[in-house]
């Protein structure tokens, strides 16, 4: 049974427009949460996390959006840049777990220019 | 760039051989952990340590197991390699501080081929 879910595996976006990715979340324990971003033939590097104590994170463009009563969360990209198109994993994990993160499918971002 | 390299980075093997991926890190980081990726999955945890031998298991560990005997060297090892096993596996690394979960740096990943 999946405990992160992206449902959507792909969005398409025009540069400069915003995009919003989804993340729904099944364990009420999960209390810390996080996106990565993959390009190809590379590892996937951390972008923005958000602890369950907040609702909100913002770093530059980016900012996590965190709803515990709908156990979802998303992220917002403004602008959207071509250098964004990759793919985004949310992640969370909960307390004690050794820091363990448990994945969800990712979804393909595409930014056209 | 956090200092994680991965060896071998691709490698094309038959069903039955025995394969380990060798994972190396320089950060002094205590967490270490394999993660493989397949489409359709994301990123799935194998096994991960959190200390010399200090080991656990993730959430597809069947046919993997690993050892970890220095800080700085992770170990992941198919005894029997199957055409299941064909993944692109990624070594991921993180310190906890006051129990906060640290972020995970991953290797460049290592592409694995069973035929």
């Known amino acids: 049974d999946q405990q992160v879910k992206q449902n959507s595996p792909s969005l398409s976006v025009q540069e400069g427009r915003i995009s919003i990715l989804n993340c729904d979340y099944t364990?009420?324990?999960?209390?810390?949460f996080l996106w990565y971003k993959k390009y190809p033939a590379e590892g996937p590097t951390f972008l923005i996390s958000?602890?369950?104590?907040?609702d909100k994170n913002e770093d530059g463009r980016f900012t996590v959006f965190l709803n515990k009563s709908a156990k979802h969360l998303s992220l917002h990209i403004v602008p959207s840049q071509p250098g964004d198109s990759a793919v985004y994993f949310c992640?969370?994990?909960?307390?004690?777990?050794?820091?363990?993160?448990?994945f969800g499918k990712g979804i393909t971002l595409s930014v056209r220019p | 760039d956090a200092g994680i390299t991965q060896s071998p980075r691709h490698k094309v093997t038959e069903t039955g051989t025995p394969v380990t991926l060798r994972c190396h890190q320089t950060?002094?980081?205590?967490?270490m952990y394999w993660y493989r990726q397949d489409p359709g999955h994301g990123l799935r945890l194998i096994h991960y340590?959190?200390?010399?031998?200090?080991?656990d298991k993730g959430e597809v560990s069947d046919g993997y197991s690993v050892s970890r005997s220095k800080t700085e060297d992770f170990l992941l090892t198919l005894e029997s390699a199957t055409s299941s096993q064909t993944s692109v596996y990624f070594c991921?690394?993180?310190?906890?501080?006051?129990?906060?979960?640290?972020?995970?740096?991953f290797g460049e990943g290592s592409r694995l081929t069973v035929l």
């Open positions: 991921a690394i993180s310190e906890s501080i006051q129990g906060i979960p640290g972020e995970l740096f």
């Open positions: 364990n009420s324990m999960f209390d810390y």
């Open positions: 958000i602890s369950s104590i907040k």
């Open positions: 992640a969370a994990s909960a307390p004690g777990a050794n820091s363990k993160l448990t």
């Open positions: 950060e002094n980081h205590r967490y």
């Open positions: 340590s959190y200390g010399v031998k200090d080991t």
